[in-house]
């Protein structure tokens, strides 16, 4: 089977979304492509926020619209072709709400697609709304690499697979929802061309220095043991998983060896992992994590700093022992000792950041205090941003209950009514998110 794996070209205007704009290697789709040839099916990516596209080979350009995605695929002639409703795994945790993107390149490429199936954060937790919005054949609930093997082995529509639904003709939804968890054991190295490569000189995270070099992206495990309650993890990416560490440096090794100056660590949680770390060092590469603060020691720090890292994002969400326990981190130690490893972690690292969040029991003046002590020290605090509560996350469940067709739509609205400022990274006031999909639908 021919199938295409697309991203579409994402824009952000009007969105509350939080994740970093530039474009990041679709990880997903690297496994999705591997592991659909080796099954033996003919794979082309098109990846419009970096502007190439692989087959056999990469064709690269610098007007990578919805136009060029359909030209690519009606030379193509696709059977099957998947369409994302997030930029890469790094951000389906906080994915844009609105489906606006997406929606207009399924529009603008239903006829050459063949059979549309709908992957990524909203196919997972709100399905038949998702299959609806983009006019999709079926959707995969979870993680997808894996279960998109099967669909393309076992058409029409992969009816009968695990994690893949469908509206029937009584527009409800038909399938077998449940929640895909890949094996990521079996997930093999990723080797990306140099060619497509070069275009990626984005440097995720890296504030230090200038970005020298093609940057790119890299699991080494997947999930989180923890359940913090504004983590939108439910569905997909939820248990913590390792992928074998032979496998995970010889992906590094191909990355080197085309060229890759800096590594992003796209985990959810970076844990202490000595023979990773010690493996790493022996690499010639720069790297960034995001990680808990309170799973690391001095030593290990030691060790993350002479492996090559340069940028830490840690979650500390809230600078009080209660704002932590109401958002369910069940952290380990208490502020005075996070406060003390993080300025430590910035003896090891150059650039080290400390998230917070508005856990709406921090007094201003005590945050603020807080936030000079460490940028006294080096250490950059962003200012508490607004917990938005997305779909899949159990702040929504608590809010609003089960995730229905309306999630996103009730999250969205919920979050504007209730704050006026927003993230540093919002110049303005957020769309509504009915006014930003409505756009899309006028197409």
């Excluded at 913590?240 to 660590?265: M, Q």
Aim: hydrophobic content about 40%; glycine content about 6%.
């Amino acid at each position: 089977m021919r199938v295409a794996l697309v991203n579409p070209p994402w824009s952000f205007e009007g969105s509350i979304y939080f994740g970093c704009r530039e474009s990041h290697l679709p990880l997903e789709y690297g496994y999705a492509k591997a592991l659909l040839e080796q099954a033996g099916h003919d794979v082309l990516l098109v990846d419009a926020q970096l502007g190439a596209m692989w087959r056999d080979y990469v064709d690269v350009s610098a007007h990578a619209d919805d136009a060029w995605i359909r030209s690519a695929l009606a030379a193509f002639r696709p059977q099957m072709t998947v369409v994302t409703t997030a930029p890469s795994y790094l951000f389906w945790r906080c994915a844009p709400p609105e489906l606006r993107v997406p929606m207009r390149t399924v529009h603008a490429i239903r006829d050459v697609a063949g059979t549309v199936v709908a992957v990524g954060p909203h196919a997972s937790t709100t399905p038949r709304a998702t299959l609806r919005k983009l006019g999709a054949d079926v959707a995969i609930v979870g993680e997808c690499e894996d279960v998109l093997t099967e669909v393309a082995s076992a058409p029409p529509r992969g009816k009968g697979t695990a994690s893949v639904v469908w509206l029937d003709d009584d527009d409800m939804l038909s399938g077998r929802a449940e929640k895909n968890a890949t094996d990521v054991k079996s997930l093999p190295a990723l080797h990306w061309p140099a060619e497509l490569l070069r275009r990626h000189k984005h440097h995720h995270h890296r504030f230090e220095r200038k970005a020298v070099g093609p940057g790119a992206e890299l699991e080494a495990s997947r999930g989180c043991p923890y359940h913090c309650t504004f983590c939108a993890k439910d569905n997909f990416r939820n248990a913590f998983r390792k992928r074998p560490l032979d496998v995970v440096l010889t992906e590094l090794d191909a990355l080197v060896a085309a060229g890759v100056r800096y590594v992003y660590f796209i985990d959810e949680i970076f844990i202490p992992d000595k023979k990773l770390l010690e493996g790493v060092r022996e690499r010639d590469i720069a790297f960034g994590v995001q990680m808990r603060i309170d799973n690391w020691t001095p030593a290990m720090l030691d060790l993350l700093g002479e492996a090559g890292c340069v940028s830490i994002e840690a979650g500390m969400e809230s600078i009080s022992e209660r704002g932590r326990s109401m958002l369910a981190k069940h952290c380990k130690l208490s502020t005075s000792e996070l406060t003390d490893l993080l300025i430590y972690a910035k003896k090891c690292v150059p650039f080290v950041q400390a998230n917070l969040l508005d856990a709406t029991c921090d007094e201003k003046a005590d945050v603020d205090a807080w936030r000079k002590r460490l940028n006294d020290h080096g250490v950059w605090a962003n200012e508490p941003v607004p917990l938005f509560p997305y779909p899949g996350s159990p702040e929504y469940t608590m809010r609003f209950g089960p995730a229905e067709d309306d999630a996103w739509e009730r999250a969205h609205a919920h979050y504007l009514a209730e704050f006026e400022a927003f993230s540093d990274i919002q110049e303005k006031r957020p769309e509504p998110l009915d006014e930003l999909e409505r756009s899309a639908s006028r197409v």
